[in-house]
Each structure stands twice: as C-alpha cells, then as structure tokens.
C-alpha cells in the first residue's frame, strides 16, 4: 500500500468517526462558543485610541541642541518617550480632560490613580525610526471612548506645542545673537 492512499483511508475514517458522533463534537462546541460570547458580553468595555505624529530630525544636531552628544541610539527615543507620556506631560493632559470626566465619573476623580492608570496603558512606539524621519505612534486603552482618545489627541498636541515654542525660542535666541555680532 502507497502512502498517499494510507492517509487517504486515514481521512475517510476520522471522517466516519466525525458523522457517527457528530453530536459529542457539535453540541460542546456550541455550548462553549455560548459561554465565551456571555462572558464576552459581561466583561466591561475597553477603547483603544491611537494618535500618529511625524518627526523630522537631523538625530545629532538634535541631541547637541538638547542636552549634548547622546551616549548611545536609543537616548533620543527614551526621551522622545518621557517627553510624550512622561509624568509633568500627563499632568497637564489631566488637567485639560478634567472638565470632560462626566458628574458620576467626577466624584471618583483620583488624580494619582488615573496618572498611574495612564502611565501603565499609555505606550508610544515607532511606525518608522530612521536618521530623518520618525513616524511615532501613540496608544491610550481606557473605558470612556471619548476620554480615551482625547487623551492621545493632547498628549501629540501639547508634545508639538512643548516643541515648537522650544524651538522658536532658540531660534529667537540666534536671531538675537547673530543681529548682536552684526553689530
């Protein structure tokens, strides 16, 4: 007998067994396919939001600007990192999204437990790292679908407006100091 017709045979029997006790196959699954879809419903809601932001970066420039030569790659996207979800940057997004927790959820309001709560289910990762170009993604899981993805929305939007006056102030600070040795 060739190989090709043993597993042939071999197929034909499982699907005897199959259709002789379709029942001791069938009604269990049914019954936990039941049960994962109720205790699926029972389980509270949770809302994923993302937020996607580009940066364009000379890294070396970058880094003497900011606080000298980085002692290795991953130090400017560690402090990417603490710049986006760190402790003074989650402070301000709850101060901006307190007025929108609702009355019942208000007088729950715990400031420590809910930056604990984003510190741990606020992750921001890389879509893209290159030398030019960064494509960062930033993901908030929370139970409010609205809070949730105001949340990501300001902490992207007072990252850019953290940047963009650090930058201007350094520009006018150039501007000044180069029109004071044209003088």
């Not at 499982?14 to 269990?28: C, I, N, Q, T």
């Not at 760190?86 to 101060?95: K, N, R, T, Y």
């Not at 007088?107 to 960062?136: C, E, H, P, Q, W």
Request: glycine letters at 2%; aromatic letters at 8%; proline letters at 3%.
């Amino acid at each position: 007998m060739s190989k090709r017709s043993t597993q042939t045979e071999a197929l034909f029997e499982v699907w005897r067994v199959l259709l002789k006790f379709r029942w001791r196959f069938v009604m269990p699954a049914f019954a936990v396919a039941a049960l994962v879809l109720a205790l699926s419903m029972a389980l509270p809601r949770k809302y994923r939001a993302e937020a996607v932001f580009e940066r364009r970066t000379d890294m070396v420039l970058s880094e003497i600007m900011n606080r000298g030569a980085s002692r290795s790659f991953q130090d400017p996207r560690e402090s990417l990192n603490n710049e986006v979800i760190g402790d003074p940057a989650l402070d301000q997004v709850i101060d901006q999204i307190k007025p929108l927790i609702g009355d019942s959820d208000r007088d729950r309001f715990n400031r420590a437990a809910l930056r604990a709560d984003m510190k741990r289910k606020t992750t921001v990762g890389y879509d893209i790292s290159s030398v030019d170009l960064d494509r960062v993604r930033v993901n908030y899981v929370g139970d409010n679908p609205e809070i949730s993805r105001e949340v990501v929305n300001l902490l992207v939007r007072n990252y850019i407006e953290r940047t963009r006056s650090r930058i201007e102030d350094r520009l006018s600070e150039s501007a000044s100091f180069f029109s004071a040795e044209a003088e």
